[in-house]
T-cell receptor
């Protein structure tokens, strides 16, 4: 049962335009969401997170939007740069378990062309 | 500030053997988690260690075990290796602790394990 889904395996965007990466989840107990970027042969790099008490969090070029009623979140990158080309993972965790287990989606490969 | 480091970066083992992977957590972090990432998939949670004890586990068999040391570094041990254990093993450190709320987890570069 895939509790976190990234339905778009890939996305191509031109430099300077907006990149929008989407993520859906099914577990209503999730209360914290994170986005990671991964380059080949490297570990995931933390980008931005959002708590379920918020609907938006912004950090520089990166903004995450959370729609709890739709169980949907998205990552906006504006403006997109060629260095943003990587695989992006959405992850979620639920409080109250006594430990933090991140549940990841399968990733979306972003290609930003000059 | 020192990041999360893992060793070795690559490893080839034979089916049935045992392997130990190592992780040094980021300065100031007291919690270490291990994840397995198969090709084309997202990382899967193996377990989490806090104060030298396992305080959370995913759907992995007991032949996956670990340790956390007083300096918060950690080991992942896998016994009786199977071909399907071939994957990227990722260590993540955080200040999540036990029931202290969610927080960012920072990953190392991973160990690529190949079982032949």
């Amino acid at each position: 049962d895939q509790q976190v889904k990234q339905n778009s395996p890939s996305l191509s965007v031109q430099e300077g335009r907006i990149s929008i990466l989407n993520c859906d989840y099914t577990n209503s107990m999730f209360d914290y969401f994170l986005w990671y970027k991964k380059y080949p042969a490297e570990g995931p790099t933390f980008l931005i997170s959002i708590s379920s008490i918020k609907d938006k969090n912004e950090d520089g070029r990166f903004t995450v939007f959370l729609n709890k009623s739709a169980k949907h979140l998205s990552l906006h990158i504006v403006p997109s740069q060629p260095g943003d080309s990587a695989v992006y993972f959405c992850a979620a965790s639920a409080k109250g378990t006594g430990f933090q287990k991140l549940v990841f989606g399968t990733g979306t490969r972003l290609l930003v062309s000059p | 500030e020192t990041g999360v480091t893992q060793s070795p970066t690559h490893l080839i083992k034979t089916r049935g053997q045992q392997v130990t992977l190592r992780c040094s957590s980021q300065s100031g972090h007291n919690t270490v988690s291990w994840y397995q990432q198969a090709l084309g998939q997202g990382p899967q949670f193996i377990f989490q260690y806090y104060r030298e004890e396992e305080n959370g586990r995913g759907n992995f068999p007991p032949r996956f075990s670990g340790l956390q040391f007083p300096n918060y570094s950690s080991e992942l041990n896998v016994n009786a290796l199977e071909l399907d254990d071939s994957a990227l093993y990722l260590c993540a450190s955080s200040s999540a602790g036990a029931g202290q709320g969610s927080t960012e987890a920072f990953f190392g570069q991973g160990t690529r394990l190949t079982v032949v």
